[in-house]
Nanobody
Framework: QVQLVESGGGLVQAGGSLRLSCAAS????????MGWYRQAPGKQRELVAQ???????NYADSAKGRFTISRDNAKNTVYLQMNSLKPEDTAVYYC?????????WGQGTQVTVSS
């Protein structure tokens, strides 16, 4: 069992930055593929950035060049550094941990970018 707790969301002006954190409890953190997803009102949840189990990273086109995912296995934490934020980045951001056949989600943290 893995529990995920996100933090770091908030209200920021366009062009600003935020760093989201996701702290994981439970064992085997380093063996999980970790990722960040987001869901805006009226839209489906979408991938923002992820580590695969092989350690490579994937980014949504909208995140490339602005967002950076990182992880600290010693702290059981994954981060999402978000720079040059835009109003369209406004959403609830969710942390995800996946290792077949399990899939865990955090409760989400709200990010609001004002224009």
């Amino acid at each position: 069992q893995v529990q995920l707790v996100e933090s770091g969301g908030g209200l920021v002006q366009a062009g600003g930055s935020l760093r989201l954190s996701c702290a994981a409890s439970g064992s085997g953190f380093s063996s999980y593929a970790m990722g960040w997803y987001r869901q805006a009102p009226g839209k489906q949840r979408e991938l923002v950035a992820q580590f695969t189990r092989g350690g490579s990273t994937n980014y949504a086109d909208s995140a490339k060049g602005r967002f950076t995912i990182s992880r600290d296995n010693a702290k059981n934490t994954v981060y999402l550094q978000m720079n040059s934020l835009k109003p369209e980045d406004t959403a609830v951001y969710y942390c995800n941990a996946w290792r077949f056949p399990t899939n865990y989600w955090g409760q989400g943290t709200q990010v609001t970018v004002s224009s």
